[in-house]
């Protein structure tokens, strides 16, 4: 082979193996950042418990929220199944009864989930209070 061609798929093969580690590395990144759950069904569908953290996603059960002085217990719906949560600490301004919520933290059994946090989601119809305020004094 002439040199010129074996400098280009030299080039060529560097550049190629320069971007599948970057895409690696990018997605690498990512793995811990995305939130990705399980909902209740597939909770009720388990055959065994592993201790390994999870993220459990659903709708916040209307009427299930109880809140004491030091926790929040309630329900995480799919409309098929539920499982019970509990929680410590405080949680988002958009948590509330109707609405969705990722919850992070470990199986106590499959009908209940010690939470150790809790992710509220909102639809693309969310517009921030201040904005909403703004809106309504015109």
Not at 1 to 27: C, D, G, Q, Y
């Amino acid at each position: 082979m002439v040199r010129k061609v074996k400098l280009r798929i030299l080039f060529l093969s560097f550049i190629f193996a320069t971007v599948v580690l970057t895409i690696f590395l990018i997605l690498k990144t990512f793995e811990e950042n995305v939130v990705y759950f399980i909902s209740p069904t597939e909770i009720k569908s388990l055959t065994e418990l592993d201790n390994k953290k999870l993220r459990v996603g659903g709708m916040v059960k209307k009427g299930s929220i109880l809140t004491t002085q030091n926790k929040i217990d309630f329900i995480i719906t799919d409309f098929k199944n539920e499982i019970k949560v509990t929680y410590s600490g405080s949680v988002p301004n958009l948590f509330s009864e109707g609405k969705g919520v990722v919850a992070e933290g470990y199986l106590k059994d499959l009908n209940s989930f010690k939470a150790s946090k809790i992710l509220a989601k909102h639809d693309e119809n969310y517009m921030p209070p201040e904005v909403l305020r703004a809106l309504e004094d015109k």
